[in-house]
């Protein structure tokens, strides 16, 4: 019994240090209402006993996916984190997303689409947040007017886009805390000042400051584990570009028509040493 427990403990820390800011910080129901009364203020009737978090868990792989998911007053509420880098994928990933959600809202309501009832399913808003600065970007994005060049298509996907504003909303100081934390990581790179050095501004800026105060030490340990993962797909990444100049060295070599010196300037990832070596194991 005391293993289980252990391992439960050991699964749940993971899932704890994996989590983005952007979920962990919409975990808490209170944070939560205060976005969904961003998007509706109108809405006067909104609790936080209201709110049923259907945010889908990455339970296969462990990357970082910043896509959260509620329900409140029959309303399907998506919203997929675009971090700074620009990209018309975030409406296939909203497409996957509200798909994934609908199959697990009939699972979890016990309601066969399979049968001739017809089921009942809350109402769809989808939202894109985007931490970068807006430029031209459009306030909504299509997916026929993006991927089919505006012909009609048997399903259409449209998000609203957020971008920052001048609010002081919860979503706005979200953004603006992204922000911050950009300008600090081109000043101190990636490391643990950086984010100290965040965090410190925006609670002086009073961006988020209530959230910080309660959980700096858990925001700390997120984003640090997003700095390895970085870390680690870069490596990935110069390792797979290394690999490629070998084999494009190895070709040029086996041609015999260029000297080591040539394809050492072709190819200036390879040392000259390396070169040598390669030509040895090839002739």
Known sequence: MQ???????EIMAKRTAKNSVFLDLFQNKSHLLR?????HPEDTTATEDSLTDVTIENVLTDNLYNDLGFIVNNKLMILIEAQSTWTMNILVRVLLYMAQSYHEYFQRTSQNYYKSKKVKMPKPELYVIFTGNKGRKPD??????EFFQGEEIDIEVKAKVIYEGNTDDIINQYIVF???????????GMKQKAIMETIRICKDRNVLREYLLD?????????MSLFDEEQIMKSFIKSERHDEARETAERLIKKGKMSLDEIAECIPTLSFDELKELEAEVM
């Open 178 to 188: 992204c922000k911050v934390f950009d300008e600090q990581t081109k000043q101190h």
């Open 215 to 223: 959980r700096e030490k858990e925001v700390v340990t997120i984003m």
């Open 35 to 39: 976005l969904y009364k961003t998007l």
């Open 3 to 9: 293993e289980d427990t252990k391992q439960t403990q």
């Open 140 to 145: 909504k994005v299509f997916l026929s007017r």
